[in-house]
């Protein structure tokens, strides 16, 4: 949403939004050569696939340092498509982290997998690998590792666990692109298939969905690419039972005019991370640390804070746009009764009950970031003295 703009409430009420999580014209600088080639676009009729897509692939698969980019139409898709890549289906065991969008599970449930789950950590949220490697068996197929709210996993160890069973490893990259590991490679390439979702929330955001899968594998990305085509491999000829998947032309248009700038957006969540991580240092409210090894993306900012409720409603009362995120857990979601496992996920419980995401834009301003932790002060009742941050 623009800063300054407005939404209607579900009672009718014009709701303004004095710091909200999106500014779509802040991602638009050069919006007159964008508008040229999506008029362009609309005329030549050339809408499906084509010569636009396979430059953003090519230009994506660059930027991330892998051999191949397959463009589709969703995140949620590119997982889909990335596990029946690999040949996962039913009779297999794929494990992933419990705390994660519907998407993940939904995914591994839809090429008719078995659901397996393991808990986050405690500090950090992100997919407990110690219990990981308790769980793996010969039965697990693959991993769906997923770098959540954009912070890296240790996807090297991942892999090694994996390896261990003969498991693949699907990198769920959807809130992380241009996270770089502790070994310098891009999340997405050092498993199997890295999925990459371009929703309009995304640190690169699509006008609309869109999403895509990257291997360094030549068949990987050949099945990938006919299953995403109806499962053709030429007109009329189909080989596989496929989906109806493909990158749209005009969002490849805008993903191509916004794909230089990621290393930039993300440097300047960083900063926003920070600011918001200094004020917070000895507030006793848990925050997401910068990781030294890591390039941390910040997606979200999730903190820990006592009584939500009160919390969130507080910071949206200020016209702050917090919002919660996966506040049940994928175990206790109806659409998976009988179909998630049954156990105990206590972190991923804690997390659900307890976090709140603040925003964080690369353009969000000093203004606007004292503005919000003066309100989360005063809602928390952050100890000691309030000193404004400066630029």
Not at 29 to 56: K, M, N, P, Q
Request: net charge negative; with cysteine; glycine share 8%.
């Amino acid at each position: 949403m623009k800063l300054g703009t407005s939404e209607e409430s579900t009672e009718g009420k014009e709701i303004v939004i004095r710091v909200p999580r999106y500014n779509y014209v802040a991602q638009f600088d050069d919006i007159d050569a964008l508008t040229d080639d999506l008029r362009t676009a609309l005329v030549s009729g050339d809408y499906i696939l084509g010569e636009t897509v396979r430059s953003f692939e090519e230009e994506l698969a660059e930027f991330l340092g892998c051999r191949y980019a397959v463009g589709v139409n969703s995140g949620t898709d590119a997982l889909i498509i990335a596990l029946h890549a690999l040949g996962i289906g039913p009779g297999d065991e794929v494990v992933t982290v419990a705390n994660t969008f519907h998407a993940t599970a939904l995914a591994v449930l839809r090429v008719g997998a078995t659901l397996r789950l393991v808990d986050c950590r405690s500090d950090d949220y992100s997919m407990d690998l110690d219990q990981l490697e308790e769980i793996v068996t010969e039965k697990t197929s693959a991993i769906v590792a997923v770098h959540l709210f954009g912070r890296v996993l240790d996807i090297d160890r991942i892999v090694t666990i994996g390896s261990a069973v003969g498991a693949r490893v699907v990198e769920d990259c959807a809130q992380a692109i241009g996270g770089i590991t502790p070994g310098g490679s891009r999340v997405g390439t050092i498993g199997d298939v890295g999925c990459l979702s371009f929703h309009p929330s995304k640190n690169l955001a699509a006008a609309g969905d869109a999403g895509a899968l990257v291997c360094n594998d030549a068949g990987t990305a050949d099945r990938a690419r006919c299953l995403r085509n109806l499962g053709q491999v030429e007109q009329n000829r189909h080989e596989r039972i496929g989906l109806n998947s493909k990158l749209d032309v005009l969002q490849a248009l805008v993903l191509r005019h916004k794909i230089g700038r990621i290393d930039r957006d993300n440097q300047s969540r960083r900063q926003v991370a920070r600011a918001y991580g200094s004020f917070l240092a000895d507030s006793g409210i848990p925050h997401p640390l910068l990781d030294p090894h890591t390039d941390h993306v910040f997606h979200l900012y999730p903190i820990e804070v006592p009584e939500r409720a009160r919390v969130l409603s507080a910071l949206r009362s200020a016209e702050i746009d917090a919002v919660v995120r996966y506040p049940v857990p994928i175990h206790r979601q109806e659409a998976f009764r009988g179909r998630a496992p049954a156990g105990l996920f206590p972190c991923s419980e804690h997390q659900a009950a307890n976090t709140l995401c603040l925003p964080i834009r690369p353009d969000l301003s000093h203004h606007e970031i004292n503005y919000v932790l003066s309100v989360l002060a005063d809602a928390t009742g952050i100890p000691g003295t309030r000193k404004e941050l400066t630029p």
